[in-house]
């Protein structure tokens, strides 16, 4: 059973450029939040996708935007990148609230996509 | 606001030794706590979690102790082995929403 699947593993851009990272979740999970993890910091929560629709939503700018699709993988897209931009990007699947067994385990993320902003 | 924090970034222990990581929250809403390990490279992984129903939840060498009076948290690993080598992050989430809230992570260093 494959876990949650991200490409690429690393990517490097140019400030100003468009970056698009996909994600497939684990199998039987239909929620998908992504994180931004810069060196030597916790993740922080970007936005979760369900039903293909943005459910919640971290402290980042519009130029962070995302897609779900029917099949529950997912997109971010990130517009306008600033050098600031560059970290590990992370993605995890897990199942909706109220569908899980109370108290399991919330997230299974995937290894990341390292991207470099020159 | 929501916040969890760490209250040691660096830990260093030797092996066979047990290691124990500390974690404060704020939000006294959170009712669901995980600790994740992160090795080089590699995603967050899930070690153990707790309800805040509970004061202690036991797992294979890993014991989490939560005290809801003091909004602390902490992971304890029995006889720390070389492969425990990585970085741990708390982490807390309301059950009402799936958004869950990273700690900074405290960077763990076994010593042969």
């Known amino acids: 059973d494959a876990g949650v699947t991200q490409s690429p593993t690393h990517l490097i851009k140019t400030r100003g450029q468009q970056v698009t990272l996909r994600c497939s979740p684990k199998s039987g999970h239909d929620t998908v939040s992504w994180y931004q993890q810069a060196l030597g910091q916790g993740p922080q929560f970007i936005f979760q996708y369900y039903e293909e629709e943005e459910r919640q939503r971290g402290n980042f700018p519009d130029r962070f935007s995302g897609h779900q699709f029917p099949n529950y993988s997912s997109e971010l897209n990130v517009n306008a990148l600033l050098l600031g931009d560059s970290a590990l990007y992370l993605c995890?699947?897990?199942?909706?609230?109220?569908?899980?067994?109370?108290?399991?385990?919330?997230?299974?993320f995937g290894a990341g996509s390292r991207l470099t902003v020159l | 606001g929501e916040s969890v924090g760490l209250h040691l970034p660096t830990l260093s222990v030797q092996e066979g030794d047990n290691s124990i990581i500390n974690c404060a929250y704020s939000?006294?809403?959170?009712?669901?706590f995980i600790w994740y390990k992160q090795e080089s490279g590699k995603g967050p992984q899930f070690i153990i979690d707790i309800r805040s129903n509970m004061d202690k939840r036991q797992g294979q060498r890993v014991t989490v102790l939560l005290n809801k009076t003091v909004k602390h948290l902490s992971l304890q690993i029995a006889a720390t082995q070389p492969g425990d080598s990585a970085v741990y992050f708390c982490a807390e989430n309301t059950d009402s929403y799936d958004k869950v809230i990273f700690g900074p992570g405290t960077s763990l260093s076994v010593i042969p």
């Open positions: 995890a699947s897990s199942l909706a609230a109220g569908r899980r067994i109370s108290g399991a385990n919330v997230l299974t």
């Open positions: 939000n006294s809403a959170s009712d669901y």
